[in-house]
């Protein structure tokens, strides 16, 4: 046999699952898992090597061939391949699954499933599931339109709401991985259905997030999943009372929504939770597509608080839907940021209009000094953002181009790309970023010594902060002007704000705003 010469991409492996020996190799999510359901520790460029060595299995591959499929256009040492296959190798022990053929390369020798061969194993049941699924069509319609739910939502209808919203996400319980998209894909569709108002904000789907990892909860455990729902799991909560606490400590929410998807495709049931700060109330959806569910789920939230705002459902954007990028939020909130960076720029290539991975990409080099990696990839990222009309990213983006100038030290042009997200965020209702666009603002004043016109941005940032009752943020803003006070050598300001912030910090259990303040008093 010799070596292979086959013209492989490598972004179409991304997209399949294979399993060998009982493992299984996602490249949905760069994942291993072994025969237990447990995930392995690997690299995202070591994963990509894996699923390219298993899709090419029984062919032999030279160094070259491997280097040029997993790291295209980038000058690395042939060690990287030697260092991957020895990790491969310690992860399948004690099977011997790599062959080394001296000057030829390598092969994949135990045996391979992908995820096409393992469908055709399921075709007749999924046929049986479905036509039993056409006769339960009229559920929906029935469950959503009962007078008893109507009343239910109209008993619990809120004059208006005021500070923030947070949609934690969705629990899948159905059994198989075709639904994995579900936990932030689910929670970011239904965040796009709610728009902010000028009385509360609905936090989006990063920032939630970082809600969960400040309230010290597990991004990962809110993926849990079970093929069999007994009664106990229905019954109980996808986060417990304790935790619903923490993250309105947090977060300063004035409702939390939390829900499950359960059933089977084409049968599906929504059950949820929706905690306000002295009330819970419960309910679930029935319906044959998820889509339907969003748009109910979404319908009977938007009563809750008092929204009449009608969006088209066209326009919703589904960079969430991909599992990847849940992998890849997790390990940028675990700090492992070289890994987060890899699997993201994987991902970029393969969905050149996921704007959130461009812009969590971006928002990692610039954490990590990479300003000529980032520019290059805002300069290409903006014009794609404004092309789909995706004003949620094209404003973070825009932001984010404003932050690299000055962390550049190009004021002025910070300062007139800040106006020009302040401009849009302000036609879009984003809170959030009118805060941080006119924080930048207010620290780009100071340096500048315009003390005056940094306290008046401060303050005006901080009453951002505070339509959406954001704890963190407003603690930031009291710290903010406690620098700037302490600068212009005003001690009784400077207490009296680091005071403000020092108790939000402590009541809300803000552990990195305390470590900050106390920095500052050194």
Known sequence: MGVSNIGVKSESVLQKQFISLGFRVDGRTFSVENSAGERLKIRPKTCQLLLVLMENHQQILSKERLLSLVWPNVVVDEQVVFQSIKEIRQLFHPHDVIKTLPTQGYQWVAPVKSKANLNNISVKLTTAVVTACLLLGSITYLVLNDPQTRAELKSHAQAKLEGSVVILPTQNLIAGNDHDWVRLGFMDQLIQRLPSEPSFGVLQTDYVLEVINRAGLSLSSTSTKSPDVTGDVAAKGMFSDSEIQQIFTVSGAQLVVASRLMGTPHDYQLSYNLYWPQKTMQGAIFGTDTHVLLDEFSARIKRLVGSDVVLDSQGYHTDFYDEMMGRALELKLQGEYESAIS????????????????????????????FGQAESLLEKSIPI??????????????????????????????????????????????????????????????????????????????????????????????????????????????????????????????????????????
């Open 343 to 370: 699997l993201l720029q994987a991902l970029v290539l393969q969905a050149p209009h996921n704007m959130t991975a461009h812009r969590v990409l971006i928002e990692l080099l610039l954490s990590q000094a990479q």
């Open 385 to 522: 953002a404004t092309s789909l009309g995706n004003h949620h990213e094209l404003i973070r983006l825009r932001y984010l181009h404003a932050l690299l100038a000055a962390m550049r030290q190009s004021f002025t042009l910070a300062v007139s790309r800040a106006d020009e997200v302040i401009e849009l965020a302000q036609q879009h209702r984003d809170w959030l970023y009118l805060a941080y666009s006119t924080d930048l603002k207010g620290h780009i004043a100071m340096k500048n010594t315009q003390f005056d016109t940094a306290h008046a941005l401060y303050h005006e940032a901080k009453s951002y902060h505070q339509i959406l009752r954001c704890p963190v943020g407003e603690a930031t803003s009291w710290l903010n002007l406690a620098k700037l006070a302490k600068q212009r050598n005003a001690m009784e300001r400077y207490n009296e704000s680091l005071d403000n912030a020092r108790y939000i910090a402590q009541t809300r259990a803000l552990t990195s705003i305390l470590n900050e303040i106390n920095e500052s008093e050194k």
